[in-house]
């Protein structure tokens, strides 16, 4: 048994091909104006608008989660390895700068004391003698060698006192604290950090009996009175919106201004992170959160924005159905950005012309079949 031709013949392709240019010469063909009687506008519930540029009316949704600022945020580590012996703060406690957060103890640290106490002792010494000689050679004594050389030990001593002095500051040391050292002969067996700034304890990464080395991250102090939003854009969209375009958050009250578009893309998401700071009540919102914000889409001197009602389409290509003195004429536009019920389009259409707001498919098979309007 014979299998069937799958293929058309060259017959049935001729017969294809002409359908087509003939459909394409009456699409070509088919006027832009037709007439609709006033009658049927009112029975088939047609209402027109005025066209008017409403700029920033339309506005697009994007996610967007809630940040710190960097130099909103310090970091409380540990300046010397030892044991966390207290943590005097809690999660989510608001502190003061200066607050006591806690308290370490550190074999590291009685090394460092006795370099200050040594240095003490040895900067006293110099000084003293120091005097003695610069009595003597005021007396005519001894020579100024002698003075000049007890002066450069007393130097010495002194660069020493001071960089022991620095090391336990490096340390977490207060100054007072230094000095009481110094002046009483008497080390501690701990030290006590405090915040550096005011904030509140967003993270605790130590507990009590902890051992930790110099350098671990023990807390995490922010400020959260000025927060910023990192929103998620398609790489295509991401150009259209300047530094300082006004962002609005859904379902707060608050707002927020672009501050930078990141130069690079996600690799995984394909988007770029437009950066923004809210301005002010960042109490409305809180760090970590996503939320949703609207960016205003930016209108031209060309564009129009209308109701999505009002757009017909014919394939790819849309339409504005302008109101006539005999009936409605088919503008065709290009649709730039919809957004809800509001699509933005640019075309051969003027301002204050009336558009077709309602009863748009009525008109369409008017226009497309013009017996129906009839």
Known sequence: MKKRNPHFPPRAWAVAAMCILASTAQAVERPAKFDVASSQIQ??????????SQADSIKMDFPAQVVIPPNAERVISSPVAGLVVQLLVQQNQVVRSGTP???????????????????????????????????????????????????????????????????LRLSGMPAATIEHIAASGKPQDSIMLAATQAGIVTEIAAKPGQRVEAATALLHIAKIDSLWLDIQLPVSASTNWPVGTKVKIQGRNATARILST???????????????????????????????????????????????????????QAYLFVRTANGFEARPVKVVVSAGQRVRVQGPVKAGEQIAVSGVVALKGAWLDPKESK
């Open 43 to 52: 029975a088939l519930g047609i209402q027109t608008a005025p066209l008017q």
């Open 262 to 316: 990141s130069p690079t893309v996600s690799s995984t998401s394909q988007t770029v992170v437009l950066r923004a700071a809210i301005d002010g009540k960042a109490g409305q919102v809180r760090p970590g959160e996503f939320v949703t914000i609207e960016l205003p889409v930016v209108a031209t001197a060309d564009s129009w924005d209308v109701p999505l009602s009002a757009v017909a389409h014919d394939g790819k």
């Open 101 to 167: 957060l806690v308290r370490i103890a550190s074999p590291e640290l009685g090394q460092l004391q006795l370099q200050l106490l040594q240095a003490t002792a040895r900067a006293t010494l110099a000084r003293q003698a120091a005097q003695r000689e610069q009595a003597l050679f005021d007396e005519g004594i001894i020579p100024q060698r002698r003075v000049q050389e007890t002066q450069a030990t007393l130097k010495e001593g002194e660069a020493a006192l001071n960089q022991a002095s620095a090391a």
